[in-house]
């Protein structure tokens, strides 16, 4: 691993922006969430996908990946990742070289989260049939791509958070800065 990094990837809906903020938190780590840097960077992702599509946001997405990897150089860092950031394979091979954990779920946890989604530009029409086919077309990505996998249907962010800061301390044991 090159980093002090902890790349969440996941489903939309799977809970990586708020196991993110509860591991940095357990931590002591710096946190990104590369869909809120996206958004203050360049407006709502509504927005991107209606001026761009969906090309242009993957864009975003893959910049925003290799800021975060480079901000995990000089310490602890967290970083929740966009559901899509697997779609791109040189972003599949950036995460496969970071402490990358897939946030493993399903249709039934994730149901009440998205089935009124507003906020998703890829969930437009059946929220729900959507995000069953997007994960369908994504699931072997996040495998590749992950170095832990951990289950993360049970809701309990806080739980998840310390199965994976335990999981880390085990694969890494102690640490020095990188010169």
């Known amino acids: 691993m090159s980093s002090w990094g902890i790349f969440l990837i996941g489903p939309m809906a799977s809970g990586k922006s708020v ?3 509860e591991l940095a938190a357990l931590l002591g780590a710096g946190l990104i969430d ?4 996206i958004v203050a960077e360049h407006g709502s992702i509504p927005a991107i996908f209606e001026a761009g599509g969906e090309s242009l946001f993957r864009d975003y ?6 800021r975060a990897v480079e901000a995990a150089r000089d310490r602890t860092t967290v970083v929740a990742t966009g559901g899509g950031i697997v779609l791109c394979e ?3 091979e950036i995460l496969r070289g ?3 954990v897939y946030l493993e779920t399903d249709l039934a946890t994730v149901r009440p989260r998205i089935e009124n989604a507003r906020h998703r530009p890829l969930l437009d029409g059946d929220p729900l049939d959507r995000w069953a086919t997007i994960f369908a077309a994504r699931q072997d990505f996040y495998v ?3 170095t832990l996998c951990v289950d993360a249907r049970s809701g309990r962010p806080k739980r998840v958070a310390a199965e994976i800061a335990e999981a880390h301390r085990r694969a890494s044991g102690p640490r020095k800065p990188l010169a």
């Open 34 to 37: 590369t869909d809120h840097a």
């Open 90 to 92: 040189a972003n599949r």
């Open 144 to 146: 590749e791509a992950a």
């Open 98 to 100: 970071e402490y990358t």
């Open 19 to 21: 196991v993110a903020r």
């Open 61 to 66: 997405e893959s910049r925003a990946l290799a």
